[in-house]
């Protein structure tokens, strides 16, 4: 960053565009300037052969130019990234000159270079930074007000300026960015503010427009095979912001929509968990009591066998009877009780499967158990359709062992009997 100064991207593109000559990077009246030195060299040109007079040219053009920008190498304006302490002086001198005529870029990068110089006193260290800052922040008022000054400004964030100057110049950037349409770059240079300022003053502007951002980057199109289209970094967005700058304002509606786009993507689980994380962290948000319904809906969505997962089938049970114990009354509530409705023949249709089962491998207790367990489901959900079915299989069944009573008894302890005493053998001491 240091050889390119403050100069815009554009003009580093510019640079880089055309590597075989200076075509791309001076015009004819550049090269012009050096045909009063070469006639002076004495020398016929032809003698110096191709690769000399190439050289020659390149740095007597250079040299002789005065328009050359000063990040250019060999220009009469060059400035460098750092100076010694003997070259401050007139370093300063430099940059008011500058700022007289208000050349702001040049002022700038000459403080830069000199607050890198060791061994300054201190009122010259602070004449260095007071100057750099008044350059800087007459840029960034000046840029400010230019459509195209987006660019330049979002390169102010990546030069080493004091957090106030490189924040302000980060946000204008953003603004300018916004103002044409170019979201995903306001968001680029805002990250970049958060990576190199992790606590800087301004952390609930940048969080704001950030969301703004990533909300409308996500409902983009789907575009042209992929291509031509912001969804794919609106989500990118989002995701950064609800982990990184959860006091976004609109923060909530960041979770909703990254739930309904991975609901759309069929990304289940990520669809549940940002409905959660809406509930849990915006408990009074407008958005929490759909949210919280959506969330057991989800689950029933994922599920596409009631043969499997009747854990997840049972927890969206609960769910929805939790949320009509909170929410009964509202709009939402006759789509929640359908969804109950749903879970309740799932569980009925899951114990009936089981029930079968017990009844091939003649296990009557098992296959009664499971079937009056689905009856009583099928009458919650109001099926009676299910509840008849049901009834006529339990009709059918063998009838069912009772079950085991387990011996309660308490074991009495009984003494042992004592062995009868054995006559001493003869001649034995008592």
């Known amino acids: 960053m240091s050889r390119f100064q403050t100069h815009t991207s554009a003009e580093r593109r510019a640079v880089r565009r055309d590597t075989s000559g200076l075509r791309s990077i001076v015009c004819d009246s550049v090269l012009r300037c050096a045909v009063t030195p070469l006639r002076k060299l004495g020398t016929p040109l032809r003698k110096l052969g191709p690769p000399l007079i190439t050289l020659v040219v390149i740095t007597l053009a250079l040299s002789a130019c005065a328009s050359i920008p000063g990040w250019v190498p060999l220009s009469p304006n060059h400035i460098p ?20 005529r208000d050349d702001t870029a040049t002022a700038m990068d000459w403080m830069r270079a000199a607050s890198k110089a060791t061994g300054l006193p201190v009122e010259t260290r602070q004449e260095v930074q007071a100057l750099l800052e008044k350059a800087s922040q007459r840029r960034i008022d000046v840029l400010s007000h230019d459509e ?44 970049l503010l958060d990576t190199k300022f992790p606590l800087h003053f301004e952390r609930q502007r940048a969080a704001d427009i950030m969301c703004d ?14 291509f031509f289209t912001h969804r794919d970094e609106g989500i990118a967005i989002l995701e950064y912001v ?11 509606e960041a979770y909703r929509s990254l739930s309904q786009r991975y609901e759309y993507d069929g990304e289940w689980d990520l669809s549940v968990q940002r409905a959660q994380q ?6 009074g948000s407008p958005l929490r009591v759909q949210a919280q319904a959506q969330v057991p809906h989800l689950r029933l969505l994922s599920i596409k066998s009631p043969e499997y997962d009747r854990d997840a089938i049972y927890q969206a049970r609960g769910e929805l ?26 569980l009925s249709d899951n114990d009936m499967i089981v029930s079968h089962f017990y009844e091939r491998v003649d296990n009557p207790f ?30 059918g069944l063998p009838p069912a062992p009772p079950p085991a009573i387990p011996n309660t008894a308490v074991p009495v302890a009984i003494p042992a009997t004592p062995a009868p005493a054995q006559p001493a053998p003869p001649g034995a001491k008592p």
């Open 366 to 395: 098992g296959a009664h158990r499971h079937a009056e367990r689905a009856l009583e489901e099928a009458k919650d959900a109001g099926d009676e359709v299910r509840m008849k079915d049901i009834q006529t299989w339990l009709d």
């Open 81 to 100: 990234s750092s100076l010694d302490a003997d070259q401050v002086p007139g370093a300063i001198t430099k940059a008011n000159d500058a700022l007289s």
């Open 148 to 191: 195209d000054g987006a660019d330049a400004l979002a390169d102010m964030v990546e030069l080493d300026l004091p957090r106030e100057i490189a924040v302000e110049a980060g946000l204008a950037s953003a603004e300018l960015y916004l103002k044409q349409d170019e979201g995903v770059d306001a968001y680029r240079v805002l990250k």
């Open 321 to 346: 009877e939790e949320w009509l114990t909170m929410f009964s009354g509202t709009v939402l509530e006759p789509k929640v009780r359908i969804d109950l409705g749903d879970a309740l023949r799932r």
């Open 242 to 252: 609800i982990l990184n700058a959860p006091w976004a304002k609109r923060g909530d």
């Open 213 to 226: 951002v990533g909300l409308v980057a996500i409902q983009d199109g789907p575009g042209f095979l992929g």
């Open 278 to 283: 809406l509930v849990l962290n915006h408990p």
